[in-house]
């Protein structure tokens, strides 16, 4: 019967002892879990922020974008308006100065008569004349 009694108690001893223990290991698990849960929230919130910076950079860089891309288009159409009015300009100024130039007065006549003034390179001769 002691021993019994003996038996009993020891169970009873080692049963308390690994409940003891089995509760502080539960006790060191939750407070990791906690500390990463902790963790895991405050590196949450910042990648939160960080998307939000984000999305409002990349708002502004597509208004940018957009504002760019209107004035390219603006300056292109400009630019090639400016363009034809050059050409035209300068289409209107040929038509003008070739015509004075060989103005009535001076139809038929040579360089020579007028100070021999030839283009380099040629002799001011006719050709075709004897």
Same mark, same amino acid.
């Given at each position: 019967?002691e021993?019994?009694v ?12 690994s409940?003891q223990?089995?509760r502080r290991?539960k ?5 990791? %879990?906690e500390?990463?849960? $902790?963790?895991?929230?405050? #590196?949450?919130?910042? =990648? /939160?922020?960080? &998307?939000?910076l %984000?999305?409002?950079?990349? $708002?502004?860089l597509?208004? #940018?974008?957009?504002? =760019? /891309?209107?004035m &390219?288009?603006?300056?292109s159409?400009k630019?090639?308006s ?6 035209? =300009? ?6 003008l ?11 038929g006549?040579l360089?020579?008569?007028h100070?021999?003034h030839?283009p380099?390179?040629?002799?001011g001769q006719?050709?075709?004349q004897?």
């Amino acid at each position: 019967m002691e021993e019994q009694v003996l038996t009993r108690v020891r169970r009873k001893i080692r049963n308390k002892k690994s409940a003891q223990e089995s509760r502080r290991k539960k006790k060191v698990y939750l407070g990791g %879990l906690e500390s990463r849960v $902790l963790k895991y929230t405050a #590196q949450n919130l910042e =990648l /939160q922020n960080k &998307v939000q910076l %984000l999305e409002e950079q990349n $708002l502004s860089l597509l208004d #940018q974008l957009r504002r =760019l /891309q209107a004035m &390219v288009i603006q300056v292109s159409d400009k630019t090639s308006s400016t363009s034809t009015c050059v050409l035209v =300009l300068l289409f209107s100024f040929c038509l003008l100065i070739v015509p004075a130039m060989y103005s009535s007065d001076t139809r038929g006549s040579l360089p020579a008569e007028h100070g021999d003034h030839w283009p380099s390179g040629t002799t001011g001769q006719r050709t075709g004349q004897t």
